[in-house]
């Protein structure tokens, strides 16, 4: 069987990696986090997690070259079971450059999903956003509750804010969105397969939004 590729996009807390965890269970495909590859290269301190974090803490892009190097690793990793692409491509170059890697290995996107969300709906849950650096999880102090406050529910590890849900670091990085990002939707949207989905509701009808458009 053909595997899947899936590529979500969307601002900075429409949602990505919420539907992206759902949609790699359900469909058994890799979730491939651009930001979660970066984080855990902050966490270890590695050479590129230093010159990443530079970037990250002040809500811009860290560079294309980086990225390159963490997206190859990562498909030859999920070449076996497809992937979904969370938070890649983020500008034209990197979509440009997605095109042309997967060409390479005889690849396509299946899908491109784009969640859409208004942007003062975004700093609102940003600022209620709590995530567990050990297993990834993700929460939120008013939608997504867990059982014992500050404590991830999945792997027992303490909760907490990442660096760049301050308003004013959101606010930066919405504005690098609209420069960079947004272009890359008009970019898939001509190539054709692009479907944007209403991100404001609840995440289970959006969830079953989305699968009724990947059908
Ligand atoms: P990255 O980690 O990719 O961040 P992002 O794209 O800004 O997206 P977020 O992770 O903030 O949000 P999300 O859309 O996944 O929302 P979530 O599901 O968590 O990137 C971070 C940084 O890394 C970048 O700024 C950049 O520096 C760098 N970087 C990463 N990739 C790069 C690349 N390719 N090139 C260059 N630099 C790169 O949801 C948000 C919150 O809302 C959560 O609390 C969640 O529980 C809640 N929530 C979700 N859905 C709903 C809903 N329907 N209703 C109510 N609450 C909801």
């Known amino acids: 069987m053909a595997r899947t590729h899936i590529v979500i996009l969307g601002p900075p807390g429409s949602g990505k990696g919420t539907q992206a965890a759902r949609i790699a269970r359900e469909l058994g495909l890799a979730h491939l986090s651009t930001g979660d590859m970066l984080r855990d290269a902050v966490a270890r301190k590695s050479d590129l997690g230093v010159e990443a974090e530079t970037y990250m803490k002040r809500g811009l892009l860290v560079s294309d070259e980086i990225i390159f190097g963490l997206i190859g690793e990562a498909l030859d990793a999920s070449k076996d079971t497809g992937w979904i692409m969370d938070g890649f491509p983020r500008n034209l170059v990197q979509a440009e450059m997605l095109t042309k890697m ?18 003062e709906l975004i700093v609102r849950r940003l600022s209620k956003r709590r995530v567990c650096p050990a297993c990834k999880a993700v929460y939120n102090l008013d939608s997504i509750k867990t059982k014992t406050a500050g404590v991830c529910d999945a792997c027992g590890g303490p909760l907490v804010k990442r660096p ?52």
């Open 164 to 215: 760049d849900d301050e308003e004013n670091t959101v606010r930066r990085r919405l504005a690098v969105y609209k420069e960079q990002t947004a272009p890359v939707i008009e970019f898939f949207r001509k190539r054709g397969g692009l479907v944007t989905v209403n991100g404001a509701g609840d995440i289970e009808e959006i969830f079953a939004e989305i699968r009724r458009v990947l059908k």
């Open 102 to 119: 997967l060409g390479e290995r005889g690849e396509k996107i299946d899908s491109v999903l784009d969640i859409d969300v208004d942007s």
